[in-house]
């Protein structure tokens, strides 16, 4: 069975980082898509930042030039580094992985791990 597993959330002041992780295990995992979302409460769950097989990155809008993703194919993890972070990027972050090119679409993942929170105070 597929699992995915993030790590490194935590709290954080405004203009601050954090590092997350995503180990992921049981799939050929450098033929798969993979993202970050994010849930706020009473919000639905957005979609942060995605990684193609070849390298190729996608952002939001909002997380663009403050948020890098990145992946090491042999270490079956993939990251999110999260600088100048604001109190709108508070959420439980969610790792994903598709085989489609989909990068965006909530909808195309199969697969999410259980994630992880990042709160950041003003």
């Known amino acids: 069975q597929v699992q995915l597993v993030e790590s490194g959330g935590g709290l954080v002041q405004a203009g601050g980082s954090l590092r997350l992780s995503c180990v992921a295990s049981r799939l050929t995992f450098n033929t798969y898509t993979m993202g970050w979302f994010r849930q706020a409460p009473g919000k639905e769950r957005e979609f942060v930042a995605g990684i193609i097989r070849n390298g190729n990155t996608y952002y939001a809008d909002s997380v663009k030039g403050r948020f890098t993703i990145s992946r090491d194919n042999a270490q079956n993890t993939v990251y999110l580094q999260m600088n100048s972070l604001k109190p709108e990027d508070t959420a439980v972050y969610y790792c994903?992985?598709?085989?489609?090119?989909?990068?965006?679409?909530?909808?195309?993942?199969?697969?999410w791990g259980q994630g992880t929170q990042v709160t950041v105070s003003s």
């Open positions: 994903a992985a598709t085989q489609s090119i989909a990068v965006r679409a909530t909808i195309a993942y199969n697969y």
